[in-house]
């Protein structure tokens, strides 16, 4: 079935490094979510990219949509242990009928 | 307060038996969705309703069933035919049924099978 691919799996990092996720599908994306689930908690929405080439930020992060809408990238400038979790990226491929998540980058950090 | 609950967060059941997980909410969305998490793996789909007195199938339905009878509740059991139950269960709801409609969550069920 449809599939939104996201990596790396797992990323660690020192703190104060930066980081990043991508997500890519083989088709066309109507919109993309990403959400972030903290270690033991449930996923929790951050934000919605929707159009080609649109770059949305959110204090150190920063969220992009391809300009062919097939993939996506979030990155964390300077990161903290704050940002300690598992990012998701959800999508709805063409043809889809629903939402479907990514794998999930699982975020640790060196203090 | 508003939001989505869940109950209980821990369960443990033997082999073999039935289990209901709960689900709440009282945002006044209209879909509500299962999702199953296992270690190191995204989120999949079990069920989802658009509607009150509806749902459907998602990617990983065997072995489950869903109920619909109020909007606020969702309610999934785990069936004895589901041969690998023990996982990480998340309820969510939208304010409809929508690929741009931002899902809220419940603090999951963690359903061990012994």
């Known amino acids: 079935g449809q599939q939104v691919m996201q990596i790396p799996q797992y990323q660690h990092v020192q703190e104060g490094e930066d980081f990043t996720t991508y997500c890519n599908s083989s088709?066309?994306?109507?919109?993309i979510q990403w959400y972030k689930q903290r270690p033991g908690g449930h996923p929790v929405f951050l934000i919605q990219?929707?159009?080609?080439?649109e770059v949305k930020k959110q204090k150190r992060l920063t969220f992009q949509f391809g300009e062919a809408k097939k993939n996506s990238s979030l990155h964390i400038t300077a990161t903290q242990t704050t940002d300690v979790g598992t990012y998701f990226c959800?999508?709805?491929?063409?043809?889809?009928?629903?939402?479907?998540f990514g794998q999930g980058t699982r975020l640790t950090i060196n203090p | 307060d508003g939001g989505i609950t869940q109950s209980p967060k821990y369960l443990f059941r033997k082999e073999g038996q039935n289990v209901t997980l709960s689900c709440e909410q009282n945002?006044?969305?209209?879909?509500m969705y299962w999702y199953r998490q296992d270690p190191g793996q995204g989120l999949r789909l079990i069920y989802y309703?658009?509607?009150?007195?509806?749902?459907q199938k998602g990617d990983i339905a065997e072995g489950y069933s869903v109920s619909r009878e109020k909007k606020e509740s969702f309610p999934l059991t785990v069936t004895s035919a589901q041969k690998n139950p023990t996982a990480f269960y998340l309820c969510?709801?939208?304010?409809?049924?929508?690929?741009?409609?931002?899902?809220?969550f419940g603090p999951g069920t963690r359903l061990t099978v012994l």
């Open positions: 990219l929707v159009k080609s080439g």
């Open positions: 945002l006044n969305h209209d879909a």
């Open positions: 088709t066309t994306l109507s919109n």
């Open positions: 969510a709801s939208s304010i409809a049924y929508g690929p741009t409609d931002t899902q809220y």
């Open positions: 309703s658009q509607i009150v007195n509806d749902f």
């Open positions: 959800a999508g709805k491929p063409r043809g889809a009928q629903k939402l479907v």
